[in-house]
């Protein structure tokens, strides 16, 4: 991940994002994401075993998590952590011994958290044990049972109906035993005691967008963060959905209550536009940050209001605990036709599409990491800025002008009440303008950042 | 009243309702609405006397409701209750021996409190005691003149510049004498001390819409409530418009303090669309409440801002009281030609618009006292539905998806900030879907009603 | 100043101004105020010095203001007062002994605030101490050097590219030497604490639209607030931009703290439409009364959000004040082509524009002066105004009504909450029609004014 990741000179979180953004090679970003995704894309993930161990494992080259362990059996709030499933085969054969599905070919085509089962079953026995899709014949759907004991195939619907009446032989080589969740974790830490989470789900199995995206996303922030200083901590989260981060905030509470902003980060390397869902409190500062960024991101977009319904942000947004996490895709789950099927796979996904997300987060860690409250150290009337060379030169060039203006405005709204960015969006000036004046004001001693107890944006 | 009587088999208010609108019969409770509009009609009713007495015990017929009597010389507020009117005759007859004006034939024949008078008159004396509209020739008008002691005759203009020069004979056989105002009142007692205050004014004489619609669907409901144990306290008020809400308010102050939602009715019959005068404060629960009713109605409709000009809720709505009651008619005092005329008779109020009124009036009601603040009881992350068979079978119905839908969003805004209608105004649930979805959740455990005081919608 | 000069009858602001208002002869007034702009126009005014003295002076003649001074090298804020600059003499001679520029025949011919300079000059070396503008060749610019000494010549662009090459006489009979920077001032007493501050730039020299019409204009509304007896006290300002109003509130922070509402005034002749700036706060009762009254003008006009950029508004609205001064223009700063040029002269300022834009002053103080809070007196039900000769009689004419909707929604809102305007906009009854019937009911003792603690608008 070279792309994302050369050490940046600077180890300020502010400076070092901004060089990633400044050096961006979105070719090579996008092809390191894509080759990752393609290497993610095969495994038989689940929300446990070993194909998810294995992820977490590659995602571990790319930046320096670690894969923890929560033992089967574990009650987490409602829920109990359930028995580890392990597949070694599956494959389901037809009477003229022709392969009709084999978990071998495609992670899709058994039914995930298959219990195990051997045998011969007839063709109308064998029928509750099928799943396809009628209205996408020709691809593989992806199916699960995790907490009712089943066994199953998937498989184009196509093939299902010009199955041959007579006996199947069925092999479902699994086991359903104790053992652990495993989920990934990486703590960047911070000046400051309040954190950030990112989020990413990792128990689907052969699904480029929906999961292997965000996992190649979320693992290439880690590492660049990693090598920073930041204002906030951050927490990498690579967990099962649901589950996964149920266990994590069951077994972490008081850690979670240090949570200020985070994102869920999924589905994102398909053709569509940024897609933001807003935190459940609807008008959080990640909510702005995000909204801002898209919207000075000059491309089309979209924010939509919280819903209790899609990837982690449900359990983040429980009334329970009411943390500020939004989700950031881009086709949402569920309205692109390749959703959790078979044609979510690497070809579905764009390299140019995984640089432009990447590209989108560090915006928003930018801005978020910059995002400061100031104070004016001379409030009352404006300070005499020529005698200190920060005012424009006679007939001064736009640019020069334009740096006026951001000073002006920085300088008038920085009364403890604004942040960075509540001054950005009442003055219409660029954030990184914004931020370039204020460094040159505290340089002149007539700005500081306020401390937590002046600040009140 | 049977099609909208019926004794509900259950009484809680909310299901005796749900039942009631199940079950309505808009054929049958337009007719039954309608003809009671059709008795009212030719009576001639003022603030005092008779008239109104005899309408009140019509109504009580329909609903056990109790008729007062306030004593004439009363001082409420500002005001003092006015001697009662009784009126035995009122004829004018011309020079030729014909009937001009004939309170028996319509009430609104005679000016509305007139004074008694006997004697002959010149045509010339006569104009200052006429009363017709020229933009409207052939309609008698509706005038009063309670509180400047007059006579007077209300007539078509075309017959007022037809009458002949001469003497004319006057009787009006009236009395202004000690005696009282009426009103009618019925309270059905609730679980909790507040109170909704439903109004109807019943002093005008044969006027169909503007008047008798109100004082139908009002005596409907509170028949249909009387049979119920509602959460709220409602108080049925038939009264003198203007002064009687004042004597009433005046004479009662403490039980007004209690009125924390109300609704004026008038003008229920006509064929225009529902239209609903917010409260003083503009964003009242009722307000919102009727609002939603109107918008889920899938017809056409109008919501305004509170003007302190119309019916009563200028008097509920004055500054020193300033409770929350709105006003539902279908089109607005003043706005149908008819209004105040010889027009607005039995054949311009219709049956199916009188049965639309209450229906909407009974919805109403059902969100207002369905619309509880809840508690989810496992507030951190997801409880999880499935182990309690709360959750949508595989490929569920998109019935079963809804379903769901609204248990989420109840989960998630369960958190004491939030009334039903909040979550329904946010999630775009129908409240209906969301009242079936919180009983399921109450019967699993999962959710309770708030108290009043973990209660912060 | 006769025309809006002339001694109300009632020393009451608000009645004097309604007569001001009612006998406004626009053409007068116009002519009058023009008058005054040609006269002011031709001085070669600074920031300091005898133009802006001889100015103030004139101003004197039009209403009773204090030419004030403060001493060189007084430090206000971070802010030093500069020398007083005195301009004897300043002449461009050409090699052919043309005069090519002259501040005896253009104030604007000399780089103002230019440093004493006598002898020969190479066409080379004069380079740097010439001033125009190619994009508007004919025009001589307005330029400044308060802060960097330096001398120079403005000319329009064609002539200074047809200087010929040789040597020019350079002729700059100044001095910069310890002086004092004058402003006027006129306090008019008001029965409140409160302050409104009218504040005028005059430190231009011959730009007749930008700063001489706002002189003119605050002088007239000077002379006509002097003549009465106001609510709040009137501090008007004729100050030097800039550094004329940090002086002034360095100087005097107490008084600047009673500053409740301000208008800055300037721009007031062009032919645009009228511009008003909202405050920092962007929702002070200055920025509701001007957009209020700029609505009911009739006419096009335009309402803007603060910038920190633009005239003394920057001043009072820095953080340490955030005093609620708002800007009133017609063609604000920089938006019009003769904007510090020659051609904004006294031909490109109209006077029906200045009339208009006094007109809108003159409404804007009533409004202002008029925007009490009421209490209705009997504020439980309505009270009878029929018994007090107030209600409309029958039949009574639109007057009557209108008079009588106001009288009730002014009773209705009379609850402490809500100022006269808050009630105008509520109503959308004419703030006029609303101020008549507030003295008609406080005339029936039916409301009064409410106290300052009362009074939560």
Redesign the interface.
Known sequence: MAATGQSPSSRDACDGLHQALEGFDAARAGEELHSLVRELYPICRSITGEGLRRSLRILSRVAPLEVREVPSGTT????VVPPEWTLRAARLVGPGGEVVCDAARSSLEVLNYSAPFRGRVSRRDLEAHLHSIPEQPSLVPY?T?Y??PDWGFCLPHERRTALAEGEYEVLVDSSLADGSMSYGELVVPGAEAGEVVVSAHCCHPSLANDNCSGMAISAALARLLSGLEPRYTYRFLFVPG?IG??AW??LH?EEARRIEHGLVLACLGDPGRMNYKRT?RGDAEIDRVVSHVLAASGQDYRVR?F???GYDE??Y??????LAVGALTRTPHGEYAEYHTSADDPSFVKPDRLADSLRRCLEILLVLEGNRVYL?L???????L??RGLYGS?GGSSHAAARQ?AM??L?????GNHSLLDVAE??RVPFGDLREAARALEAAGLLRVAGREEARP
Not at 411 to 415: E, F, K, M, P, V
């Open positions: 987490v709030f409602d829920w199916r049972s907490y009712r649901t981060t149920i905030l069951a509470e459940r209001d819903t209790p319904y449900r359990q947004g429980s009334p329970g605990f009411n004016n001379l409030p009352k009337c404006e300070p005499q020529g005698k006679v203006m002006l405005w300088l008038n709204l920085a009364d009442r003055s």
